[in-house]
């Protein structure tokens, strides 16, 4: 084979992928053109045989019965509370105990870690009657505080952020150590500064499965105004007259946030999944 | 940054680690005293929190399960009592039984994704963060979102799938009130919109398979298939087999995508298409009977660790491992 003609058969094969990327590019964009599309028609034009892409005239209608169905604002206010509170948290203590667990010997380490580690491979069934009963009994049922509570602490982010201390050099540390710097400083001012690619993608996971959540905060939480959006919209699907278009309208002002918060911080999203994305 | 925090060590601060030094004069903590003390101070905010949420609440599901709970009345011991009835009860063969459809079908997720992040491999690909873009928009929304846009999609009467399938000639299917059907579309809405985190996932294994390998196989005259099979593949299947066991386990945990879908307000075959977790939430939640509903979780707890025994056994027939 000539130099040359082996440059075509390379190049008509980049093209034959490119062919089929754009094709499976096509399957994952179109249902959110046409969830799009739908959020602007009315009623009986999402009904319509054979269905049609583009609305006759671009309707806001649909919009305006989501805000009437539901209290859209209070929602998105519960949502971006505990997604904030949830990743500072997170960060906060699983930086904490990943590096106590990477780099501090004290008894019972290996046991403790061993424990944290069983709590990620438990169904989270498990956990959800009791910490229904726990908020009961605090009497924090229908509260922000409730919903938000049982995502303060995360197994999987502190197997996560020791995974990351325990590729940093020890070297630093030990100079510091040297220089006659307790632990508890060689922490917070020199490793915890270096985990921060660890901490970013602990913050993007956190985030992102917190704005997703459903069944904890409807199972802890009826009051509407106490609910993320996640569980808000999901009441729009259960009525007997179904809504198409309200229910397009809800569900793209839901997930809106963070997929532009996923197209502004793009790589760093693709690379926080890459590291954390392992959990479903 | 290194300089920066090499001046400010040799500043004091008001911070709680100068505490400690204080304390040094005073008590003269051995060593590995203190760095004892230091670990379990650094895991105690942690722990606290694990403690009350998460390891109490394992106890206390082992002890629910062996309860009867009524509404307005205590609870009673009843021994095994409401694992007897979780084997007599259909509801819940039916429910295991979609899990496992479920799981399965949710299983090519795999495969797909291989084939996507390979040809996402390729060199002198252009465009690439493109594609990743539009892989991955499923994966940062909401699943309850996912649910409603293929609710919609998936409409028997008037859906564009059927509209999309019957220009090929396929007739006409109510999605998501025919049995089985049901769980299979789900299963595949499952797929697409997991499908860009494991071709994240698989794409960063391939990222650590070594040119040289593909450059020797080019010479010996190996095409690009052949190729793939022989070299990539191999090089490659821990990943995947990891990235397969947790899509396991997190397709028979799947709520939120059945939840949505399968409302049982509107879906006559509710009872029919309903998985573990979805008969969990209706037996805890709805009917509150939480004795009954701690049994099936921790059935659920038992399935899943045998289902990743199985995997970690099947995997040494062939996952390659040595590098």
Same mark, same amino acid.
């Given at each position: 084979?000539?130099?040359?003609?082996?440059?075509?058969?390379?190049?008509?094969?980049?093209?034959?992928?490119?062919?089929?990327?754009?094709?499976?590019?096509?399957?994952?964009?179109?249902?959110?053109?046409?969830?799009?599309?739908?959020?602007?028609?009315?009623?009986?034009?999402?009904?319509?045989?054979?269905?049609?892409?583009?609305?006759?005239?671009?309707?806001?209608?649909?919009?305006?019965?989501?805000?009437?169905?539901?209290?859209?604002?209070?929602?998105?206010?519960?949502?971006?509370?505990?997604?904030?509170?949830?990743?500072?948290?997170?960060?906060?203590?699983?930086?904490?105990?990943?590096?106590?667990?990477?780099?501090?010997?004290?008894?019972?380490?290996?046991?403790?870690?061993?424990?944290?580690?069983?709590?990620?491979?438990?169904?989270?069934?498990?956990?959800?009657?009791?910490?229904?009963?726990?908020?009961?009994?605090?009497?924090?049922?229908?509260?922000?505080?409730?919903?938000?509570?049982?995502?303060?602490?995360?197994?999987?982010?502190?197997?996560?952020?020791?995974?990351?201390?325990?590729? %940093?050099?020890?070297?630093?540390?030990?100079?510091?150590?040297?220089?006659?710097?307790?632990?508890?400083?060689?922490?917070?001012?020199?490793?915890?500064?270096?985990?921060?690619?660890?901490?970013?993608?602990?913050?993007?996971?956190?985030?992102?499965?917190?704005?997703?959540?459903?069944?904890?905060?409807?199972?802890?939480?009826?009051?509407?105004?106490?609910?993320? %959006?996640?569980?808000?919209?999901?009441?729009?699907?259960?009525?007997?007259?179904?809504?198409?278009?309200?229910?397009?309208?809800?569900?793209?002002?839901?997930?809106?946030?963070?997929?532009?918060?996923?197209?502004?911080?793009?790589?760093?999203?693709?690379?926080?999944?890459?590291?954390?994305?392992?959990?479903? | 940054?290194?300089?920066?925090?090499?001046?400010?060590?040799?500043?004091? /601060?008001?911070?709680?680690?100068?505490?400690?030094?204080?304390?040094?004069?005073?008590?003269?903590?051995?060593?590995?005293?203190?760095?004892?003390? /230091?670990?379990?101070?650094?895991?105690?905010?942690?722990?606290?929190?694990?403690?009350?949420?998460?390891?109490?609440?394992?106890?206390?599901?082992?002890?629910?399960?062996?309860?009867?709970?009524?509404?307005?009345?205590?609870?009673?011991?009843?021994?095994?009592?409401?694992?007897?009835?979780?084997?007599?009860?259909?509801?819940?063969?039916?429910?295991?039984?979609?899990?496992?459809?479920?799981?399965?079908?949710?299983?090519?997720?795999?495969?797909?994704?291989?084939?996507?992040?390979?040809?996402?491999?390729?060199?002198?690909?252009?465009?690439?963060?493109?594609?990743?873009?539009?892989?991955?928009?499923?994966?940062? /929304?909401?699943?309850?979102?996912?649910?409603?846009?293929?609710?919609?999609?998936?409409?028997?009467?008037?859906?564009?799938?059927?509209?999309?399938?019957?220009?090929?000639?396929?007739?006409?299917?109510?999605?998501? /009130?025919?049995?089985?059907?049901?769980?299979?579309?789900?299963?595949?809405?499952?797929?697409?919109?997991?499908?860009?985190?494991?071709?994240?996932?698989?794409?960063?294994?391939?990222?650590?398979?070594?040119?040289?390998?593909?450059?020797?196989?080019?010479? &010996?005259?190996?095409?690009?298939?052949?190729?793939?099979? &022989?070299?990539?593949?191999?090089?490659?299947?821990?990943?995947?087999?990891?990235?397969?066991?947790?899509?396991?386990?997190?397709?028979?945990?799947?709520?939120?995508?059945?939840?949505?879908?399968?409302?049982?307000?509107?879906?006559?075959?509710?009872?029919?298409?309903?998985?573990?977790?979805?008969?969990?939430?209706?037996?805890?939640?709805?009917?509150?009977?939480?004795?009954?509903?701690?049994?099936?979780?921790?059935?659920?707890?038992?399935?899943?660790?045998?289902?990743?025994?199985?995997?970690?056994?099947?995997?040494?027939?062939?996952?390659?491992?040595?590098?």
């Amino acid at each position: 084979m000539t130099a040359k003609s082996r440059i075509q058969t390379q190049q008509q094969r980049l093209m034959l992928v490119h062919a089929i990327l754009i094709m499976g590019s096509a399957v994952m964009v179109f249902p959110f053109v046409w969830q799009i599309m739908t959020s602007f028609k009315t009623s009986p034009e999402a009904l319509l045989v054979p269905p049609k892409l583009l609305p006759a005239a671009f309707q806001f209608s649909a919009y305006e019965r989501v805000f009437a169905r539901i209290p859209f604002w209070d929602m998105l206010y519960v949502s971006i509370w505990s997604v904030v509170v949830r990743t500072i948290a997170q960060v906060v203590f699983c930086s904490m105990a990943g590096y106590a667990f990477a780099r501090l010997r004290f008894p019972f380490r290996n046991t403790l870690f061993i424990m944290l580690l069983a709590i990620m491979m438990v169904p989270r069934e498990i956990y959800l009657l009791p910490q229904t009963e726990i908020m009961k009994s605090l009497g924090l049922l229908d509260t922000i505080a409730a919903l938000t509570a049982p995502g303060l602490f995360s197994a999987f982010g502190t197997f996560l952020m020791r995974q990351f201390f325990m590729t %940093l050099p020890s070297s630093l540390e030990e100079a510091a150590r040297i220089d006659g710097a307790s632990r508890l400083r060689i922490f917070f001012e020199i490793m915890l500064p270096l985990a921060r690619p660890g901490m970013v993608a602990l913050a993007i996971f956190t985030s992102l499965w917190s704005w997703n959540e459903l069944l904890w905060p409807i199972v802890v939480n009826s009051d509407p105004s106490k609910l993320n %959006l996640a569980a808000g919209i999901s009441s729009l699907a259960g009525t007997r007259t179904i809504d198409f278009p309200m229910m397009m309208a809800g569900s793209l002002m839901a997930q809106l946030p963070m997929i532009l918060l996923f197209i502004v911080l793009q790589k760093r999203f693709v690379e926080g999944i890459a590291t954390s994305g392992l959990k479903g | 940054m290194t300089s920066m925090t090499k001046t400010s060590m040799t500043k004091p /601060t008001e911070r709680p680690a100068s505490a400690g030094r204080e304390g040094r004069s005073k008590f003269r903590l051995s060593e590995k005293t203190r760095e004892a003390l /230091t670990g379990y101070l650094l895991i105690l905010p942690l722990f606290f929190g694990v403690t009350i949420l998460f390891f109490y609440p394992i106890a206390r599901s082992i002890e629910l399960s062996f309860m009867k709970t009524g509404i307005f009345s205590g609870e009673t011991f009843v021994g095994l009592a409401q694992y007897k009835r979780l084997f007599s009860d259909p509801q819940t063969w039916v429910a295991t039984r979609n899990t496992f459809i479920y799981a399965l079908v949710a299983l090519f997720e795999i495969p797909i994704a291989v084939f996507f992040a390979t040809l996402l491999h390729s060199k002198n690909l252009k465009f690439l963060s493109g594609y990743r873009v539009f892989f991955f928009l499923p994966v940062v /929304t909401l699943p309850s979102a996912i649910g409603m846009i293929w609710a919609l999609m998936y409409n028997g009467d008037f859906g564009i799938v059927n509209y999309v399938s019957g220009l090929f000639g396929a007739p006409k299917i109510s999605w998501l /009130t025919t049995p089985y059907v049901v769980i299979i579309a789900v299963a595949f809405v499952g797929i697409w919109m997991g499908l860009g985190r494991s071709i994240i996932l698989i794409l960063a294994g391939l990222q650590t398979v070594p040119k040289e390998l593909h450059e020797a196989a080019e010479i &010996d005259g190996a095409g690009p298939i052949r190729q793939f099979f &022989d070299v990539t593949l191999p090089m490659i299947s821990p990943t995947v087999f990891l990235v397969a066991v947790l899509n396991v386990i997190a397709s028979m945990q799947v709520f939120d995508l059945i939840f949505i879908m399968i409302n049982p307000d509107t879906n006559p075959i509710y009872r029919e298409a309903q998985t573990l977790v979805v008969y969990f939430y209706e037996v805890g939640f709805i009917d509150s009977n939480r004795g009954y509903a701690a049994a099936i979780s921790i059935f659920l707890l038992v399935i899943i660790m045998a289902i990743t025994g199985l995997q970690f056994w099947l995997q040494r027939r062939w996952v390659n491992y040595d590098r």
